[in-house]
Structures are given as C-alpha cells and as structure tokens.
C-alpha cells in the first residue's frame, strides 16, 4: 500500500544549525512533491514545491532535494532560528491530479 | 492574499447532532478539500470538489456528505455527530494546472463531539 513517512519524533537543534528533515515514500510515483509549515491550531501554509524531474530547490534559507531513485526528499533549513519551530509537512501528488497525499509531519524544535 | 476562512474555529456537539462546517475562499479556485487531523494520522482527506455541484470521495468519507452549491463556498456535514469525529477539519482551496496545486488552507475548526 502507499506510504509516506516521516519521523515522528521531534526533532530539537540549537539556533544557527542546519535542521534536516525527512520524507520517504513507498508505492508511489510522484510528479512532484510540496512542503508546509504547520504552527500549533493554524492550517498549514504552503513553502516548497519541486518536480520529479528536479533534483534540488531553493528558497531563502530553505532547500529541498527529492531523490526518485531512493524515494525520499529531504528538507534544509540553514541559519535555523527559533521562529522555525514549527510542525513541517511533506505532500505528495501524482501527475494530473489536483489530490495531496500528506506525511504525518515532524515536529522542529529550534533552541537558543 | 488567498483567503480561507471557516465558519468556527471551536465547535461542540452532542452525539447524533447534525453539523454544518462551512469553508469559503476569495481567490476563485476551482478546486476545494476538506481534511481531518489527528494526532498521529496527520492530514486525512474526507472529501474534495473540482467544481461546483461536483464532489469526489476522498479517503475517509464515511460519516459525512459534502455540499458545494456555489464555486467559493464548501460544506461539511456530519448527518448524526459521533464521538470518534472529533477532530481538527481542515478545509483548503486550490486552482490547475496540477504543475502548481498548491493548497491554500484555513485556520481549521475544532470540532469536539460530547
């Protein structure tokens, strides 16, 4: 059955690291992949899109790679800063359709 | 700015109540969702709409209907409220092409059933 997974364990680094966040799927061929942001008792908001036939994509001090062969895209946040605690969400879509299928989400914790 | 807003933001309910959950966005999307979440199963879709009148079966649309009678509006209905749906519903909205679907979500309803 499809499957995406994502740590569920919270994820706590110090301000000014870089904070790596996971998403692998299995059973899936998505054309492309999306990240949220999610603050406690808001919806989530939309951060990154990339494409299947994308490797990497950057937006400030985000980054997100998306491997198909391993089944896996990973999410960067450089210079973390204490306002980046939030609960991060990956989206998966296939081609054509206008569904998302969302991961569990991991919690980021940035401490000062 | 999109804008999704929903009619509450924290509901009560007594078992075998009907519920209306109500969504409207400004930005004219074609597409609407909504979503329940829960702690551990993250973001699971109930239903969505392509187009007005039109509704599709999302994965766990058991226990609720949906109504879309007009493009900006969506509607969640619980025909007779059960403890195990409460939740927080989520609803969002979206526009094609499916290269750029991105989801515009509103702020959620919490809806606890007694």
């Known amino acids: 059955s499809q499957k995406i997974e994502q740590n569920s364990e919270a994820l706590n680094i110090q301000e000014g690291k870089t904070a790596t966040l996971t998403c692998n799927y299995t059973?899936?061929?998505?054309?492309?992949l999306q990240w949220y942001r999610q603050d406690p008792g808001r919806g989530p908001v939309f951060l990154l899109l990339?494409?299947?036939?994308?490797k990497e994509k950057r937006k400030e001090r985000l980054k997100v790679t998306f491997d198909t062969t391993l089944k896996q895209s990973l999410f960067h946040i450089t210079a973390s800063q204490p306002a980046d605690s939030a609960t991060y969400l990956c989206?998966?879509?296939?081609?054509?359709?206008?569904?998302?299928?969302f991961g569990t989400g991991t919690q980021l914790k940035v401490e000062l | 700015d999109v804008k999704v807003t929903q009619s509450s933001r924290y509901l009560v309910k007594r078992t075998g109540e009907k519920v209306f959950l109500e969504c409207v966005q400004d930005?004219?999307?074609?597409?609407m969702f909504w979503y329940r979440q829960d702690p551990g199963l993250g973001l699971r879709l109930i239903y969505f709409?392509?187009?007005?009148?039109?509704?599709e079966k999302g994965d766990i649309p058991e226990g609720y209907s949906v109504s879309r009678e007009k493009k900006e509006r969506f509607s969640l209905i619980l025909e007779s409220a059960s403890t195990n749906q409460t939740s927080m519903y989520l609803c969002?909205?979206?526009?094609?092409?499916?290269?750029?679907?991105?989801?515009?979500f509103g702020p959620g309803t919490r809806l606890t059933v007694l």
């Open positions: 930005m004219d999307h074609e597409n």
């Open positions: 990339i494409r299947e036939n994308e």
């Open positions: 709409s392509y187009d007005v009148k039109m509704k």
């Open positions: 969002a909205s979206s526009s094609p092409p499916a290269s750029t679907d991105t989801q515009y």
């Open positions: 059973n899936y061929s998505p054309a492309y």
């Open positions: 989206a998966l879509a296939a081609g054509g359709g206008n569904k998302l299928t």
